[in-house]
Structures are given as C-alpha cells and as structure tokens.
C-alpha cells in the first residue's frame, strides 16, 4: 500500500506539473504579436511627425492658468539653441504655422498702408482676442530660422477675411483672398520655400466659433488653388493645397471633397478626443484601451470617403493635442501622454494617414518642448524615435493576449527588417511576446547563401546579425508617469550644457528571446533579421 501511494504520489505530481506547464504554454502562445508581411495596410509620408507652432499670445489662459508664454510665433525665441536642435534632430520636421486666432491675422504689406498693431485681449471679440498682425520682419526671421533648422512649413492662413458672421455663427460672403496674396507673392518675392498653404481654422462643419459652408469653402479652396498655380508660375514643385482643418463630420467633409476634386492635396483633420484639459479623469481614458479604440472610427470614415471619391487628395491629422484648451500639466506634457500620443501615431497610420500634427511643438501644455525652458518633454523623445525607427510602410499588426498591450508594426525605417512598437497600459504586469508572421516570412539570408556560396565570410555575418534585436524600453522616471523625465533603457534622456539632444541608444537582445514589456512601458524594437514581401 505504501509504495502504492508513493506511485500514486509521483502521477500526481507529474499531472500536476504538466498541466502547468501547459498552462504557461497557453500562456505565451495567447501573449503573440501576429504581423501579416504580405502588403503594407497603410504608407505614410517619410517624414509623417509634424508639430505646429500657435499665435496665443501670453495673455491666453484655461482655467486659471496661463501656459503659453512667449511661444507664439509672434514672439518665441529663435536664437534658442535646445529649440534649434530639437527640430534639426528630425531632418526634416513639418512645422504647421496656425491655429485659432490664425483667422484674425492680417498680413503686413510692403506699402505699410496699414499700421502692423498685435493682438489685444478682449472678452467681447471672437475668440476673446481682437485682430492681430504679422509684421514682415517676423515672417523674415521665421523664415530664416526655418532654413537653417530644414523644416518643412506649412502656414495657415486666414480663411474668415472678407466674410461677415451671423448671429447663428455661420458665415455670409466669399473669402478675401487679397491679403493672403500679398504675403504669398512676397513670400516667393524672398525665395522662401513653404511646403504647404493652408486655408482656415476649425471652420468646418459645425466650427469652434464660426462655420463655412461646404459649398462656400471649397469654391474658396478652388480660389486658392488658383492663386497658388498663377503665383508659382515657372516653379516645378508648387506648394500643397491644404484644407480645410476642421473637426471630422462625415456630411461636410463629405461634399467637401466632393466639390474641390483636383483642387485640394491633402484634407487635415483635427483630434481632442479627450476633452477638456480641466477633466480630472485624463490619465484614466488614456489607460482605457476601449477608449483609445473610439478615434478608429474617425480615421475609418475619412479613409472610406477619400477612397470613394474621384479626389487624390491624402489624409493628414493637421492639428492634435487630445485635451483642448491647453492640455493639462503634468498629464499632455508628462510620460504617460505618449500612451496616447504613440497610440495615435500607430492607429492613423494604420488608416493610411500620410502625416501627423501633434499640438505642439511648443505652447501650451502639450507641446514637445517645455514652453520656459525649450528642454524636451517626454513625447518629444517618443516622436523622434518614431521618425527614426518607423518606416513607411505599415504592417497588419494583432496582438493576441491581454487587452492592455497596443501593438503596430512597420517595416524599418533606412535598415533592413521590421520596427515593432509595444505600449504597455498595464501598471501591474510585465508582459512577454513572442512575434509571428502567419507564414509570410522569407529567409533572405538562406536565399542570399544558395545564390553567393563562395562568399562565406559575409554568410557568416549576415547570420550574426541575424541572431540580435535592437530594443528601446521606454519608462518614467521612479515609475511615476505623471514625471516629465523619461528614461531609455534605463538612462534619462536630458540635453546637455550645450543644448545637445541625447543619443538614443538601444540595447541588444537575443532574437530567440520572447520580447518583454515591462508595467507602464514603451518598447520599440527593431528586427533587422526579419524579411517580408511588404517591406521589399
């Protein structure tokens, strides 16, 4: 009986062992990125990261704070050398010139027949700001700065001029566009180089404000078109065709596009998907993945209408700093609002969004930058990795597992292989992935061996290479992701004495290696191993 028990003992203990082992394989085969590498699902523009810069004047404040400062472009400082470098990190930022007030600006002209008088503040006016003026010495140095940091600009300009306003906040009239033209061929007069023009502010649909009919918006949009293709007669390369910088609603945009067919290149749409930047409840919609699902509709629909109509026009998210009127510090401006951010970036491009406005760059308490200081904020490390890691190309990418993992995928970007991106919202759990390609990869190093066997010593290399990642774990400092310091690997991200963007160096890792996570954390990693058909 004794030994009948040991034996019954050891069955047991064997099941027993098993069973958790089959548990733990349940586990990390249910814990799987699914990448499908046959074809892209979406391609960005190459340089898909844009930030804007606003006309708030300092006098702006939310709430009982005022967070802007002298970051207009009225009034920032453009001998700043943190802020130089920050935007030539980049090679090639897109910096949109606008904002609310962006329909209240008049030009200054040549002939000064007007005088160039600022924005004043006035609780009667629209927008609470009466009108402002760009001096042509301003757009000189702004200009001037931007040739040396090669930003690509696009500057907004105003839509509501000529226009009068009814007390239901539609519009009467046809755009102005005389002032507009002023600073358009003088900007041309100069040899300055915008990459885009854009016309109007959230006056579409509905408006913040004021609202444009459809109809009367695109014959504007007809005018600039024709403007710009008169101005920039004998150029080879005309600048884009941006509009019309509203809130998505279907209808509008819609009829929009349906009216400025070969007239628009690119449809800019705006994102404050978390409302208000006084909610309290911010942090808790950013860690809510139902939540952070809801946007998909908005990028679907766009998608579905640009598809459906006879235009070439492309997608862009012009301007999005998820909780308006300023954003809320130590939340838009802290780590863990690159959850969202970073979420964003991964979810428009997977509806074939070409580029991506993030408000700011700097102002208000959302920007990359700190508005005192210029240091970069947290998301300003988040976008530079992105622009650096990310290619064109998008991957269908599923993450089979928990619900609090946010997966995307692109083919790399300047390298061989895939850039996957892992966004932890789990403040528990360190989570462990393992990558699948649902049968699409392809061994190019095998391929390259049948074709070149002489070739031995550079097999051998290719094999090494082949045997390592590169990751970049992203984390808060002391794990509160409330912190404006963020930590690669371990390291926080500071500049220098001088002004110096840091390395952003990743470390190497086994490929054999399931990918791990850790609790509120960011991974990029970058397989260099991996061939797919879509990424050739």
């Given at each position: 009986?004794?030994?009948?028990?040991?034996?019954?003992?050891?069955?047991?203990?064997?099941?027993?062992?098993?069973?958790?082992?089959?548990?733990?394989?349940?586990?990390?085969?249910?814990?799987?990125?699914?990448?499908?590498?046959?074809?892209?699902?979406?391609?960005?523009?190459?340089?898909?990261?844009?930030?804007?810069?606003?006309?708030?004047?300092?006098?702006?404040?939310?709430?009982?704070?005022?967070?802007?400062?002298?970051?207009?472009?009225?009034?920032?400082?453009?001998?700043?050398?943190?802020?130089?470098?920050?935007?030539?990190?980049?090679?090639?930022?897109?910096?949109?010139?606008?904002?609310?007030?962006?329909?209240?600006?008049?030009?200054?002209?040549?002939?000064?027949?007007?005088?160039?008088?600022?924005?004043?503040?006035?609780?009667?006016?629209?927008?609470?700001?009466?009108?402002?003026?760009?001096?042509?010495?301003?757009?000189?140095?702004?200009?001037?700065?931007?040739?040396?940091?090669?930003?690509?600009?696009?500057?907004?300009?105003?839509?509501?001029?000529?226009?009068?306003?009814?007390?239901?906040?539609?519009?009467?009239?046809?755009?102005?566009?005389?002032?507009?033209?002023?600073?358009?061929?003088?900007?041309?007069?100069?040899?300055?180089?915008?990459?885009?023009?854009?016309?109007?502010?959230?006056?579409?649909?509905?408006?913040?404000?004021?609202?444009?009919?459809?109809?009367?918006?695109?014959s504007d949009t007809i005018v600039l078109h024709d403007l710009i293709q008169d101005i920039y007669k004998g150029v080879d390369v005309k600048p884009r065709i941006i509009a019309p910088g509203g809130f998505y609603e279907p209808s509008w945009f819609r009829r929009y596009i349906g009216k400025t067919e070969g007239s628009v290149n690119v449809i800019t749409h705006h994102i404050y998907n978390l409302g208000p930047g006084v909610d309290e409840h911010l942090i808790e919609k950013i860690l809510d993945p139902s939540y952070l699902d809801g946007e998909a509709d908005v990028f679907r629909g766009l998608k579905n209408i640009l598809r459906s109509s006879a235009t070439s026009a492309v997608a862009w998210v012009g301007e999005s700093g998820g909780a308006y009127n300023s954003g809320r510090n130590h939340v838009t401006n802290a780590f863990v609002f690159s959850f969202w951010y970073l979420d964003q970036l991964g979810m428009s491009s997977a509806f074939d969004t070409k580029t991506y406005c993030r408000q700011t760059l700097i102002g208000g308490n959302?920007?990359?930058?700190?508005?005192?200081?210029?240091?970069?904020?947290?998301?300003?490390?988040?976008?530079?990795?992105?622009?650096?890691?990310?290619?064109?190309?998008?991957?269908?990418?599923?993450?089979?597992?928990?619900?609090?993992?946010?997966?995307?995928?692109?083919?790399?970007?300047?390298?061989?292989?895939?850039?996957?991106?892992?966004?932890?919202?789990?403040?528990?759990?360190?989570?462990?992935?393992?990558?699948?390609?649902?049968?699409?990869?392809?061994?190019?190093?095998?391929?390259?061996?049948?074709?070149?066997?002489?070739?031995?010593?550079?097999?051998?290399?290719?094999?090494?290479?082949?045997?390592?990642?590169?990751?970049?774990?992203?984390?808060?400092?002391?794990?509160?992701?409330?912190?404006?310091?963020?930590?690669?690997?371990?390291?926080?991200?500071?500049?220098?004495?001088?002004?110096?963007?840091?390395?952003?160096?990743?470390?190497?890792?086994?490929?054999?290696?399931?990918?791990?996570?850790?609790?509120?954390?960011?991974?990029?990693?970058?397989?260099?191993?991996?061939?797919?058909?879509?990424?050739?």
């Open positions: 009986m004794g030994w009948c028990y040991v034996v019954c003992l050891l069955c047991c203990s064997f099941i027993f062992a098993y069973a958790e082992d089959l548990k733990d394989a349940n586990e990390s085969v249910n814990n799987t990125v699914f990448i499908d590498g046959k074809s892209s699902i979406g391609e960005t523009d190459g340089d898909f990261i844009c930030a804007t810069i606003d006309w708030w004047p300092p006098e702006k404040c939310d709430y009982g704070t005022c967070s802007w400062d002298y970051s207009s472009m009225l009034n920032l400082d453009l001998n700043n050398i943190i802020f130089l470098n920050a935007i030539k990190a980049f090679s090639r930022l897109k910096i949109r010139l606008g904002g609310t007030l962006q329909d209240k600006v008049i030009y200054q002209t040549e002939d000064h027949l007007q005088p160039c008088i600022p924005f004043a503040q006035n609780m009667s006016e629209l927008f609470n700001f009466t009108k402002g003026c760009l001096p042509l010495s301003r757009w000189d140095e702004l200009n001037s700065f931007f040739n040396k940091s090669g930003a690509l600009v696009v500057f907004g300009l105003n839509a509501l001029n000529g226009r009068s306003i009814r007390s239901d906040n539609s519009t009467v009239g046809a755009w102005n566009s005389s002032n507009a033209v002023s600073l358009i061929r003088y900007t041309v007069k100069k040899g300055y180089n915008i990459y885009g023009w854009e016309l109007g502010n959230e006056l579409s649909g509905n408006g913040v404000g004021v609202h444009v009919a459809a109809d009367q918006y695109a959302y920007g990359l930058l700190s508005t005192t200081t210029f240091v970069p904020n947290p998301d300003y490390y988040s976008a530079l990795l992105w622009h650096r890691l990310m290619g064109r190309s998008v991957l269908s990418t599923i993450f089979s597992g928990t619900k609090k993992i946010r997966a995307y995928a692109h083919c790399a970007k300047q390298s061989q292989g895939i850039t996957l991106l892992l966004i932890n919202l789990d403040g528990n759990n360190t989570v462990e992935a393992k990558v699948n390609f649902n049968g699409t990869l392809v061994d190019r190093h095998e391929d390259r061996h049948h074709r070149h066997r002489s070739k031995v010593s550079k097999m051998h290399q290719a094999n090494e290479a082949r045997g390592t990642r590169e990751e970049y774990h992203l984390t808060a400092m002391d794990g509160n992701i409330q912190s404006q310091t963020m930590l690669l690997n371990g390291k926080a991200l500071i500049t220098d004495s001088s002004g110096a963007i840091p390395l952003l160096e990743p470390i190497t890792v086994t490929s054999s290696e399931p990918i791990r996570v850790a609790s509120f954390s960011i991974a990029f990693v970058h397989m260099p191993y991996v061939a797919l058909p879509a990424c050739k």
